[in-house]
């Protein structure tokens, strides 16, 4: 392999790293405060949307992302609503807010677009370099940040005190709704910022493919923490790159290549690292005063 | 027997609540994209309920939905997320496919055998999801959600590859050897002209049907008929409740999400045996994740699902109907089946909380 085509491989690499490590970053914000949110994979295409419909609407590439980031939070804000103040089953709600997120893009697309499985040309792009779109470099300090804000802040410390024990953080006079919610909004920020890398020219209906899921497997390979999800994302978006660009070059057949990382996590979580540890009160509804 | 009292009442409020109020913002959508409401409903009766044919259509569509559905919910009782029904089904039906095509044998014993077969794959593949949550604790939405990646390209590689039958049915489409006549579904639309439903051929009303209904009376007998069920509800209500009350809740979780993907095995039945006969990684995806929005509609009881798999064809008739005859996108479907389970499970919230207080009350 000669160096450009080296080169080739590892910006091309975090190009299909960035979206997934951004929503798994999200994921761990969430489910530090106790929220689980499978819903990453709808808050990813409908910020997907938002950013090309924002873009041309707006006639900003910026102002595009701020109204992808925005419309992140708005649908995320949904699933606080449902599962923080409702306390419903958080897996419900990600999987209806799944639905609802395919259909309210797709129902956009053929009213504003006028066509139902994709948008129209998005003219306004970030530039690219070897293939990458350069915002996924934007990848590095939101990792540091968020690696800072949860483990060396005050904010940091009541959000992963909400999700380990919620009972003992309420009698300490932490609000466990504000913070499981600025949990949540947080990871739907993360949807738009992953979008932004996302899109290429356009969107298309069922664009994310699934890497929403993958967030979530890569947050739990990253044990909940910002650096190890994202070396996790980085491993899933390497391994699908190497597919893409060496697929006729090796012998092995292309489907193998495409399984390891999915195989290779099972066999990771399933023991050659110990057991990873959800936040004690993940996915667990908070009943103040609960008798 | 449970008596039926109002509480049962309350409960069963909250689906139709749901379906109600999804009804009404489907109007409203309707309205603000500029139809005519009666234009919309007179579109929607077309495609559903208008001619046999049509409504036909709804029972034979419901069938793998209601088969998703049961697998999903049969997990769900067990406190199990089986997000890897979608990939059990695609193992499950390449499994049943194999035992159609290879193994000759008088069609008596074919049929139930690659009926057996499709549970069987779908049992396997997963095994090693249901053993990794119960040895390991590892959360099998993780670990369903792998193996249904792991799934499809699988059987994206053996059918282009080993598995291979390009040329044999002339098409160039990758898929398998076809699968032997001793074993492909035959339809009993003729069942039903008999009794007097003009159910025309080209809707597959098939043994898939059967399969399905007998799936459906077998999980139900399981639940509520025997130990192993009551065990699997116990888990259900409360893992904490169910370990103080001696269930092995171990054994009965990995039992309990090994069944539900030999259900889910049988999703494919009717598509790769009746309608294609040979199987092909191209059968219709996205089933699995239906399943489980059957479910949480369905409640969960063998019964609610049937109720909501019907649903979910008739929506998707409807979907239809607004597409060719309307303004109203087919996505508005997708829409308002969202906000349903949300306003369901809403609803049904605070419908539990008034129970508790109401309860609460009377005991006073």
């Not at chain 1, 999700?163 to 709704?177: C, K, Q, R, S, Y």
């Not at chain 1, 899921?213 to 650096?227: Q, V, Y």
């Not at chain 2, 309707?30 to 409903?41: H, K, Q, S």
């Not at chain 2, 998703?68 to 049943?96: D, K, M, P, S």
Request: proline share 4%.
């Amino acid at each position: 392999m000669d160096l450009s085509t080296l080169l080739d491989y590892v910006f091309k690499g975090l190009d299909t790293s960035a979206p997934i490590a951004f929503a798994a970053l999200g994921g761990v914000f969430s489910e530090k405060s106790g929220v689980v949110n499978i819903a990453l994979e709808g808050g990813m295409l409908f910020s997907a949307f938002s950013i090309v419909w924002g873009s041309i609407a707006f006639h900003s590439l910026w102002w595009g992302l701020l109204f992808a980031v925005i419309i992140g939070m708005a649908f995320a804000a949904i699933h606080a609503v449902v599962t923080v103040t409702y306390k419903v089953n958080q897996i419900v709600s990600g999987v209806a807010l799944n639905i609802l997120a395919e259909g309210v893009a797709r129902f956009l697309s053929q009213n504003i677009f006028g066509q139902e499985t994709q948008s129209a040309m998005n003219p306004y792009a970030f530039p690219t370099y070897r293939g990458m779109n350069i915002f996924a470099l934007a990848l590095i300090p939101i990792t540091a940040i968020s690696w800072f804000v949860l483990n060396k802040t005050v904010f940091g410390l009541r959000l992963r005190s909400v999700g380990e024990n919620p009972e003992a953080a309420d009698t300490l006079g932490i609000n466990v709704t504000l913070m499981r919610y600025s949990g949540v909004l947080i990871s739907g920020a993360m949807c738009g910022l992953s979008a932004a890398v996302l899109y290429p020219s356009r969107w298309v209906s069922g664009m994310t493919g699934g890497r929403g899921f993958i967030a979530l497997a890569a947050m739990i390979f990253g044990r909940w923490s910002p650096i190890g999800a994202v070396l996790a994302s980085l491993l899933f978006g390497y391994a699908d790159t190497a597919r893409i660009m060496f697929e006729s070059k090796i012998q092995i057949p292309s489907q193998f290549v495409q399984m390891f990382p999915y195989v290779l996590a099972v066999v990771v979580l399933g023991g050659l690292v110990g057991k990873a540890r959800a936040p004690a009160a993940d996915g667990l509804p908070y009943e103040k005063g609960e008798d | 027997m449970k008596r039926f009292n109002k509480y049962t009442l309350y409960e069963i409020s909250a689906p139709l609540i749901g379906f109600v109020a999804s009804m009404l913002i489907l109007l409203v959508i309707v309205i603000i994209v500029g139809e005519n409401p009666g234009t919309a409903t007179d579109a929607i009766w077309k495609m559903t309920f208008a001619s046999s044919t049509r409504t036909a259509t709804i029972l034979s569509t419901a069938v793998p939905e209601f088969l998703a559905g049961l697998a999903a919910a049969f997990a769900f009782r067990a406190n199990i997320f089986n997000i890897g029904v979608e990939g059990q089904y695609f193992v499950g039906g390449l499994v049943g496919a194999l035992a159609g095509i290879y193994v000759p044998l008088p069609a008596w014993l074919h049929l139930p055998f690659v009926v057996i077969a499709a549970m069987v794959g779908g049992a396997l593949w997963t095994a090693i999801p249901a053993a990794l949550k119960v040895s390991r604790g590892i959360h099998e939405v993780i670990t369903t959600i792998m193996f249904n990646n792991i799934a499809l390209a699988l059987v994206n590689y053996l059918v282009n590859g080993p598995l291979s039958g390009i040329g044999a049915g002339g098409s160039l489409e990758p898929q398998t050897k076809h699968i032997l006549p001793t074993a492909l579904f035959g339809n009993i639309n003729g069942l039903f002209r008999a009794v007097g439903w003009n159910v025309p051929d080209s809707v597959y009303l098939d043994y898939s049907l059967p399969v399905a209904i007998l799936a459906g009376v077998v999980v139900w007998f399981i639940l509520f008929r025997l130990r192993i069920g009551f065990d699997v509800r116990a888990i259900g209500t409360s893992t904490d409740v169910a370990l103080y009350a001696g269930i092995n809740v171990g054994r009965t979780q990995l039992w309990a999400f090994i069944f539900s993907g030999a259900l889910a095995g049988l999703i494919g039945l009717q598509e790769i045996f009746a309608v294609r006969g040979y199987y092909t990684f191209q059968i219709a995806s996205g089933l699995g994740f239906d399943g489980i929005a059957i479910a949480l509609i369905g409640r969960n009881s063998p019964i609610g699902v049937v109720f909501a798999a019907l649903l979910f064809a008739f929506l998707r008739q409807a979907g239809y109907g607004l597409q060719f005859f309307t303004k109203v996108p087919n996505s508005v479907i997708s829409v308002i089946t969202g906000l349903m389970i949300l306003i369901i499970v809403v609803t049904s919230e605070l419908v539990s909380r008034y129970i508790k207080a109401l309860r609460k009350k009377e005991a006073m």
